[in-house]
Protein backbone atom coordinates (compact mmCIF):
# COMPACT_ATOMS: atom_id res chain seq x y z
CA UNK A 1 0.00 0.00 0.00
CA UNK A 2 1.52 3.57 -1.12
CA UNK A 3 1.10 7.20 0.36
CA UNK A 4 -1.04 9.13 -1.69
CA UNK A 5 1.41 11.41 -2.29
CA UNK A 6 5.02 11.08 -4.11
CA UNK A 7 8.43 11.19 -3.04
CA UNK A 8 8.57 14.98 -4.51
CA UNK A 9 5.70 16.40 -3.07
CA UNK A 10 5.14 17.30 0.47
CA UNK A 11 2.62 15.12 2.81
CA UNK A 12 -0.79 17.48 2.80
CA UNK A 13 -0.51 19.06 6.16
CA UNK A 14 -3.59 19.50 8.07
CA UNK A 15 -5.48 22.47 8.07
CA UNK A 16 -5.39 23.20 12.05
CA UNK A 17 -1.59 22.21 11.60
CA UNK A 18 -1.16 24.80 8.95
CA UNK A 19 -3.06 27.86 10.38
CA UNK A 20 -1.19 27.31 13.40
CA UNK A 21 1.97 27.43 11.46
CA UNK A 22 0.46 30.76 10.14
CA UNK A 23 -0.49 31.93 13.23
CA UNK A 24 2.83 31.58 14.81
CA UNK A 25 4.47 33.30 11.64
CA UNK A 26 2.37 36.40 12.22
CA UNK A 27 2.98 36.05 15.88
CA UNK A 28 7.18 36.39 15.05
CA UNK A 29 6.85 38.96 12.92
CA UNK A 30 4.31 40.98 15.05
CA UNK A 31 6.91 40.88 17.45
CA UNK A 32 9.82 41.56 15.29
CA UNK A 33 8.29 44.61 14.21
CA UNK A 34 7.71 45.30 18.16
CA UNK A 35 10.68 44.93 19.04
CA UNK A 36 12.58 47.35 16.52
CA UNK A 37 10.20 49.85 17.26
CA UNK A 38 10.85 50.00 20.73
CA UNK A 39 15.04 49.74 20.13
CA UNK A 40 14.07 52.84 18.02
CA UNK A 41 12.32 54.46 20.65
CA UNK A 42 14.91 53.18 23.31
CA UNK A 43 17.82 55.37 21.13
CA UNK A 44 15.71 58.48 20.88
CA UNK A 45 14.98 58.70 24.71
CA UNK A 46 19.11 57.61 25.08
CA UNK A 47 19.73 60.52 23.17
CA UNK A 48 17.10 62.83 24.86
CA UNK A 49 18.82 61.97 27.91
CA UNK A 50 21.97 62.70 26.50
CA UNK A 51 20.84 66.20 25.55
CA UNK A 52 19.22 67.01 28.82
CA UNK A 53 23.08 65.77 30.95
CA UNK A 54 24.49 67.62 28.83
CA UNK A 55 21.96 71.19 28.85
CA UNK A 56 22.62 70.77 32.74
CA UNK A 57 26.22 70.03 33.20
CA UNK A 58 26.46 73.41 30.88
CA UNK A 59 24.57 75.28 33.85
CA UNK A 60 27.14 73.76 36.61
CA UNK A 61 29.92 75.55 35.62
CA UNK A 62 31.95 73.70 38.42
CA UNK A 63 31.84 70.52 35.62
CA UNK A 64 33.85 72.59 33.18
CA UNK A 65 35.94 74.60 36.01
CA UNK A 66 36.71 72.40 39.06
CA UNK A 67 37.91 74.58 41.85
CA UNK A 68 41.59 74.84 41.74
CA UNK A 69 44.04 72.67 44.76
Avoid at 30 to 35: G, I, K, N, S, Y
Avoid at 42 to 60: A, H, S
Amino acid sequence: MSEPWSDTEPAPVDERERLLIEAVVTLARTLRDERDRLAERLRQVEDELQTLTLRLDLRRPEVWNPPAD
